[in-house]
Nanobody, 115 residues
Framework: QVQLVESGGGLVQAGGSLRLSCAVS????????MAWYRQTPGKQRELVAA???????YYGNFVEGRFTISRDNANHTVYLQMNSLKFEDTAVYYC?????????WGRGTPVTVSS
């Protein structure tokens, strides 16, 4: 089992920045990639960014160079730096640990961008 706890969400003006954090605990060997997803009411959860254990990070098309995913493996923490935030980025952001047969989810942290 893997436990994920997100933090760092909040209210920010359009054009501003936020950094989300995800504290990871449990069986790290079962996780092959860490990712951030987001979801708004009535829409499917969508991938924001992913960081495989080996290989390059990749991002949703809407990111357009504004977000950066990073990992502090020594401290078991994953970050999502979000810059140039837009109103459309308003969502609940979820940290995910992607295993071969399982996906582990955090409870999410809300991000609200005011226009």
């Amino acid at each position: 089992q893997v436990q994920l706890v997100e933090s760092g969400g909040g209210l920010v003006q359009a054009g501003g920045s936020l950094r989300l954090s995800c504290a990871v605990s449990g069986n790290f060997d079962s996780v092959k990639s860490m990712a951030w997803y987001r979801q708004t009411p009535g829409k499917q959860r969508e991938l924001v960014a992913a960081s495989p254990n080996s290989g390059n990070a990749y991002y949703g098309n809407f990111v357009e160079g504004r977000f950066t995913i990073s990992r502090d493996n020594a401290n078991h923490t994953v970050y999502l730096q979000m810059n140039s935030l837009k109103f459309e980025d308003t969502a609940v952001y979820y940290c995910a640990g992607l295993g071969i047969q399982s996906v582990y989810w955090g409870r999410g942290t809300p991000v609200t961008v005011s226009s």
